[in-house]
């Protein structure tokens, strides 16, 4: 997601199954430009990421550089990976 776009709805966006310990995704013609990537892995199969009773993620999530915050989603800074023209891979570790 650009800054704009921050835990809203992402103009690049993937669903893949996760059938193994790693799972890749690829997007191609990304524009150059700062970015940060939130996953999370949908185990109900709603299509949306199920939450607790005080909003707290109930299924595994992850954003860009393994950011984390405080009471809350980490922040654009924390997350924000610069994206050079080419290619660039990044990894994450689901919580």
């Known amino acids: 997601c650009t800054q704009a ?8 966006a993937a669903k893949v199954p ?6 890749a995704v ?3 013609g990304v524009v150059p430009g700062d970015y940060a990537v939130m996953i999370f892995q949908d185990v109900n ?9 005080f909003g ?3 299924e595994p999530w992850a954003f860009s550089n393994n950011a984390k915050g405080s009471m ?3 922040s654009w800074a924390d997350s924000r990976v610069a994206v050079p023209a080419g290619a660039l891979a990044i990894a994450v570790t689901l919580n």
């Open 45 to 53: 199969g709603d299509g949306k990421m199920a939450r607790g009773v």
């Open 26 to 28: 690829r997007f191609d």
């Open 5 to 12: 776009e921050f835990l809203g709805r992402c103009a690049l």
């Open 72 to 74: 809350g989603p980490p």
């Open 18 to 23: 996760a059938d193994g310990a790693e799972v």
């Open 56 to 58: 707290e993620p109930a």
